[in-house]
């Protein structure tokens, strides 16, 4: 039980997030964006905002900022604004004002006049579905459509015909932002040996290499840091439009820049959730037998088609063991910003339609749904033949249907007073990776450790992660580690993402802090050391010989050095080709909902999960907890709502809900502990998505057990439950 060591810095407002930071000469920066969705800007007057109190500079299409095509190796090229004169969707940057103030870039922001050539919008996903494009290969190479078929079946089509009991419906799922609270935001200063840029991101050396290929200048020339990130979960994994802007009008300007977007702006001048349409066929034998199942997916993307939502690649194809499966994904390129991860991509919306349907199976079959998946339960992906190399669902269910009373459900629910109560359950899953990380390790002649790597900690606790699997690696008291992270000046430690960081990582300092210990054992031994020639081993952060101990800065001192470091470097490799990997849930909720107002209420939560090892107890419970909380948002409140000429109806804290904390009631999380060391060295498995995932479908399938009414999209309203 640990808490966060940023946890007293973040509650304490000490904590410095990218536009904390303050220089001599600042100046600020504020976006202008489009007010159309679609079209040319004809002409932009920036008269009188170039002439406004303290306004330094104008920039636009038609007096750009230099800055090219941005990649970095994880992500591929990432859009950078202002281009071109091209509209494709409301909000979208199309200018940017320097000013002496934060106030004065402001307001002079509001007095460009912008004339377009407006051409028509397509803003809908269910207008824009009769243009659906196959998606790209999913992310392990499997093509947009994949059917696995039995022997002898000619189809899908005929495979569900002969199915004793089918079930079919189409699910659809709000497009959402991560309004992450702290905005996107950057300061970005030049000096003789380059860019520094302060800016909240996933990944410092993703965000260096997108910083230096937009602005054509030597890798080794620009350090991005990211020290502390107010809420990211996929929308900081590239880099931001007042990141680029910043770091761009910083160098012609030759001054500190300083740029951050307004809440409302956050709602489109950066990358959200798809929305998506997912229709769902199941077959089953009559004893609850998967025999078919097909999932076509629909997401809207932008006009740049950025990011498919996963929905089908992500989801049906691995949870459920069936003889025959059929999926497709589509997008939908739409004039509404750019898509990108949200928490869970593909699961979390995918699992709402998938879960729901295996609900709805369940009710046609008249089998207790935990049965039913249980039934159905895989030991492999369908059509892959490596196993899971861990699976404990079955667990989860037991220990969660125990400890939720599950027993006590009725098929139609129950009341209570005028309250109508229903439970729903579903699993989650998410698959457990790792991206390549390299992790740094300096001892030092005080006896501390510092543990580095440039990725960030997002809320999620590495920080804290580094230091605990530090200490354990070199044999130390966590008090005895000193973690760095969100500099990309540290060794690469890739992206902060993909429920990754911890085997990424952790892998990474157990590489790294065996090289420690060699070097420190060889140098204790070499010639005119202090046990020269002898056979020395380990332990407690000591090196032992002969009956003799010193500590490694006891060490390090007597030989005259201040410190040794050594870098481990890590990547997923063979034990891919042996096994198949993912985490495991199973979410269990209670809602209620209200006779006579019909609002629903979430009453009870518990998600029971097996995620390999859980480092920091304390950490994994709140991430998870997190992400429940998030799954409920998606089914009961989150949604942006785009009117038809693109600007978003609800795009700011007024209108865009949220649960707070009387929404929310206590949330149990209880994990089954196996570690899973054939994914990695540490034996994480991941679990800063998984808890999201499965959610939505859990309060879905309790408002059908409370109510009888099948709501077939998220969120669900009032009105869906009249
Ligand atoms: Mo995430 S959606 O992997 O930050």
Request: net charge negative; aromatic share 6%.
């Amino acid at each position: 039980m640990t808490s966060r060591l940023d946890g007293p810095q973040k509650v304490t407002g000490r904590a410095e997030y990218g536009a904390d930071h303050n220089f001599p000469g600042t100046a600020h920066g504020y976006l202008v964006l489009s007010t159309i969705a679609h079209g040319e800007i004809e002409a932009m007057d920036v008269a009188a905002a170039k002439s406004a109190p303290g306004v330094i500079a104008v920039y636009s299409p038609f007096d750009p900022l230099e800055l090219h095509t941005a990649s970095s190796p994880l992500f591929g090229e990432t859009a950078v604004p202002m281009q071109n004169r091209e509209v494709d969707y409301y909000g979208q940057p199309i200018g940017f004002v320097v000013a002496e103030t934060f106030e004065q870039a402001r307001d002079a922001a509001m007095l460009v006049e912008v004339s377009y050539i407006a051409r028509p919008a397509l803003t809908s996903l269910e207008d824009g579905l009769a243009g659906a494009e196959d998606a790209p290969a999913a992310r392990d190479g499997a093509p947009p459509s994949l059917t696995v078929l039995a022997e002898g079946v000619e189809s899908i089509e005929d495979a569900l015909a002969v199915s004793p009991v089918v079930v079919e419906a189409t699910y659809t799922t709000a497009t959402q932002n991560h309004a992450a609270m702290e905005p996107h935001s950057a300061v970005a200063l030049w000096d003789a040996d380059g860019l520094t840029v302060y800016s909240g991101n996933q990944g410092a050396d993703l965000q260096a290499a997108e910083l230096s290929s937009a602005l054509r200048v030597d890798p080794s020339t620009v350090r991005a840091v990211n020290p502390f990130v107010g809420g990211a979960f996929g929308g900081k994994g590239r880099t931001s439009a007042p990141a680029f802007l910043a770091a761009a009008a910083a160098r012609v300007l030759d001054r500190p820049v300083k740029a951050a977007l307004s809440r409302e702006q956050v709602f489109t001048a950066t990358a959200g959730r798809a929305a998506t349409v997912q229709t769902i066929s199941l077959g089953a034998e009559r004893d609850g037998t998967l025999v078919a199942l097909r999932h076509d997916s629909w997401c809207s993307t932008g006009i740049d088609r950025s990011f498919v939502e996963p929905t089908s690649h992500g989801t049906s194809r691995e949870w459920y063991a069936t003889r025959n499966l059929a999926i497709s994904q589509k997008m939908v390129p739409l004039n509404v910003p750019p898509t990108t991860f949200m928490r869970a991509p593909g699961e979390a919306p995918g699992s709402f339609a998938l879960e729901s349907a295996i609900d709805e199976l369940a009710i046609a079959l008249n089998m207790d749904p935990i049965e039913l998946r249980r039934r159905n339960n895989s030991v492999a992906p369908p059509g892959k033949d490596l196993q899971w190399s861990s699976k404990h669902l079955d667990e989860c269910f037991d220990v969660g249907a125990q400890r939720f009373g599950w027993a006590e459900r009725s098929p139609d629910g129950r009341t209570d007073g005028d309250w109508l109560v229903g439970v729903g359950t579903a699993t989650a899953m998410f698959p457990a990776l790792r991206f390549p990380a390299t992790v740094g390790i300096t001892l030092r002649a005080d006896d501390t450790a510092v543990v580095g790597t440039s990725g960030a900690d997002p809320g999620t606790g590495l920080l804290t992660v580094l230091s605990l699997v530090g200490a354990e690696s070199l044999d130390l008291p966590p008090e005895r580690i000193v973690p760095r992270l969100g500099d990309s000046t540290l060794p690469a430690g890739g992206l902060s993402g993909g429920s990754t960081a911890t085997a990424s990582a952790g892998s990474a300092i157990m590489v790294a802090a065996a090289k420690a210990i060699d070097e420190l054992v060889a140098l204790a031994s070499s010639p005119g050391a202090p046990f020269d020639g002898e056979d020395v081993t380990y332990a407690d952060g000591q090196v032992l010989a002969g009956g003799r101990a010193m500590t490694f800065g006891e060490l390090l001192r007597a030989v005259d050095r201040p410190s040794m470091t050594v870098t481990g470097s890590s990547a997923p490799g063979e034990e891919l080709t042996k096994h198949s990997f993912s985490s495991f849930g199973a979410q269990f909720c209670e809602v209620r909902v209200h006779r006579w107002t019909r609002e629903a209420r979430v009453s009870r939560m518990l998600g029971v999960f097996d995620a390999g090892r859980i480092i920091n107890d304390k950490a994994a419970r709140s991430q998870i907890v997190g992400g429940m909380i998030w799954g409920v948002s998606a089914a009961l409140h989150e949604g942006l709502e785009i009117e038809a000429n693109g600007r978003p109806a609800n795009g700011d804290f007024a209108s865009y809900l949220l649960p707070v904390n009387a929404d929310i009631p206590d949330v149990g999380v209880h994990f089954v502990q196996y570690p899973d060391t054939l994914h990695n060295a540490v034996g994480a498995k991941g679990i800063g998505e998984i808890g999201t995932v499965g959610m939505a479908a859990a309060v879905a399938n309790a408002v059908c057990n409370a109510t009888g009414i099948r709501v077939r999209h998220i969120p669900i309203v009032i009105e869906d439950l009249l």
